[in-house]
């Protein structure tokens, strides 16, 4: 009963995002805002609306399904500062063919393997 009611208030409960941020996991996982929606919504009986993910707020259990899909934390979608979107800041930036399709988990996986770039002083990435 405690787990209802945790979900019931985090249901309830909006969370300030920077929306930017759900655009940059989309365009890297190529994904519309219709496939997110379907993965959201599967197996689920109370429905997620693209209503409900494009504004400036979400509801915080969204907000972590989101997380789930992704393997974002809350703080993730939290956070202002910039991402990259060019060809040197992941290769699914790089590359538009692979030769098999990739699904969902194999995107994950080479995102958590490879490590962020960050820009050194002398503006080399590494």
């Given amino acids: ?41 599967k197996g689920r009986k109370r429905i997620t609306g693209a209503a409900d993910i494009s504004g400036d707020s979400i509801d915080l259990g969204v907000l972590k399904r989101i997380g789930e899909i992704f393997d974002k934390e809350v703080s993730f979608f939290q956070d202002y500062s910039k991402l990259s979107t060019n060809a040197s800041s992941s290769i699914f930036f790089r590359k538009t063919s692979f030769g098999t399709e990739l699904n969902l988990e194999s995107i994950r996986t080479v995102n958590r393997s490879l490590p962020e770039r960050v820009v050194s002083a002398n503006g080399w990435k590494i």
């Fill in 1 to 41: 009963m405690h787990q209802n009611n945790n979900s019931s208030i985090e249901a309830d409960m909006k969370v300030e995002i920077n929306k930017k941020r759900l655009e940059y996991l989309l365009a890297l996982y190529k994904m519309s805002v219709d496939d997110l929606l379907s993965l959201l919504n």
